[in-house]
């Protein structure tokens, strides 16, 4: 978890406010998702994964979306983060006053504070894979503990999916794996000539094969790379329209 700021002048952040303000729900405009996602840099606000492990990513409301004491909160953009569906799953319909947020949290008379960076910082941080607590100013709660426990963002069972370092590593294995044979065909279409068709379509069909639904990568590889292979077809496709016509 990193210190996120919403700047009142940042021109995502107003162009994100008017779109909700003139929105009846939050999720009415995907632009709003889409800023939400830029500001978070991509990575779920709580555990910090960048690539998901079959799920999409959420809009976690941190007041409850929906419920009638909150309901002022439910287009506030200081309420929305960016979310993986493991820590949104966690995180529960509940308003969890004693864990630390990306921007901000409750004090002792549940009043909302601005959470500072350096404050964040010094009570959750990482090592590796791993994420510490440091109640650094002790009180009655140990948010950054708290945080941790609710999350459970040290999970080290080997047998579970969520197990922290593995989830790390096999993220980041199959995402550059895809990156660079897309990358690779982007630079072959480059020079397309009917000579390297062959390797153009076994790295297509290779790429294809982490879209088939059932692969255990699906989900992850189309939210992240959808859009660029869809321009690879297109590209491709009228590449060879072009030849054949030519
Ligand atoms: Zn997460």
């Not at 630390?100 to 500072?116: A, E, I, R, V």
């Not at 590796?128 to 607590?133: E, I, P, R």
């Not at 199959?174 to 068709?197: C, G, K, T």
């Not at 982490?210 to 297109?234: A, Q, T």
Request: aromatic letters at 12%.
């Amino acid at each position: 978890m990193r210190y996120i700021a919403k700047d009142a002048k940042d021109p995502l952040v107003i162009e994100a406010k008017l779109l909700l303000a003139t929105s009846a729900t939050y999720d009415e405009n995907p632009r709003v998702r889409e800023i939400i996602r830029l500001i978070y840099g991509g990575c779920c606000a709580f555990c910090g994964s960048t690539v998901e492990e079959g799920s999409y990513y959420q809009i976690e409301h941190f007041y409850p979306k929906g419920k009638a004491a909150y309901k002022s909160r439910d287009k506030d953009l200081e309420n929305l983060h960016y979310c993986c569906t493991r820590c949104n799953f966690r995180k529960g319909r509940v308003l969890r006053d004693k864990i630390m947020s990306p921007n901000y949290f409750f004090d002792k008379s549940g009043n909302w504070q601005d959470t500072l960076p350096e404050k964040l910082e010094r009570e959750i941080y990482y090592v590796g894979h791993m994420v510490y607590a440091h109640n650094y100013n002790p009180g009655p709660i140990d948010r950054g503990a708290e945080t941790i426990t609710l999350f459970n963002l040290n999970n080290t069972d080997p047998s579970g999916k969520s197990h922290r370092g593995y989830l790390v590593e096999r993220r980041l294995r199959h995402y550059n794996l895809i990156y660079r044979q897309v990358q690779a065909v982007y630079n072959l279409l480059e020079w397309y000539h009917p000579s390297i068709d062959l390797a153009v379509n076994l790295l297509l069909e290779n790429i294809m094969e982490y879209f088939r639904e059932e692969h255990p990568w699906s989900v992850m590889v189309i939210h992240n790379f959808g859009d660029d292979v869809l321009k690879l077809l297109m590209i491709y496709d009228a590449l060879k329209v072009k030849l054949a016509t030519s």
